[in-house]
């Protein structure tokens, strides 16, 4: 995700991500950058995702937007996804936050509550694995976000 922000910070970007259900998927991430947003697409990644685990939306705002506030397309989407699977996110990158040596994850994450609307967890509910924020700034400081390859639809253990 912080890749896909990183490799154009002057354009929103967005896609979906899931997490594995057991077996050959445990412990690995599958994110879905979306280079399109069609419909279409969007329904294919979802469809993907169902067979995985957990599943959510991302967003990285522009660089000049002042706050991280989710637009309609990731309220619809995300909410989309909620439908399917009561533990969805939405998440959002920070721009102000993303940076090459990173101390925090530049992210907020929301969910869904009772009531339909989105709301931001604690930064401590939040679990980040140990060297996670070091593999990500040494990548964005080899700058391998501008490889077309490192925004294509990846898969990480964590």
């Not at 957990?54 to 397309?73: C, H, I, L, R, S």
């Not at 989309?80 to 920070?94: G, P, R, T």
Request: hydrophobic share 40%; glycine share 6%.
């Amino acid at each position: 995700m912080l890749l896909h922000v990183s490799a154009d910070p002057h354009s929103a970007v967005s896609g979906v991500f899931c997490t594995g259900k057991g077996g050959e998927t445990n412990n690995m991430v599958l994110v879905m950058p979306f280079l399109s947003s069609t419909s279409s697409l969007i329904e294919q990644h979802y469809r993907l995702c169902k067979h995985w685990g957990e599943a959510g939306y991302y967003q990285g705002p522009m660089k000049y937007v002042k706050d991280n506030v989710p637009d309609f397309v990731a309220l619809k989407v995300a909410e989309k996804i909620a439908e399917n699977n009561n533990d969805a996110c939405l998440i959002m990158i920070d721009n102000k936050k993303l940076c090459l040596n990173l101390q925090t994850a530049p992210i907020i994450v929301s969910q869904l509550t009772s009531d339909g609307k989105w709301k931001s967890k604690d930064k401590p509910s939040i679990h980040i694995e140990a060297g996670a924020l070091d593999v990500i700034s040494q990548l964005l400081q080899r700058k391998v976000q501008h490889d077309a390859k490192s925004i294509s639809t990846t898969t990480w253990m964590i």
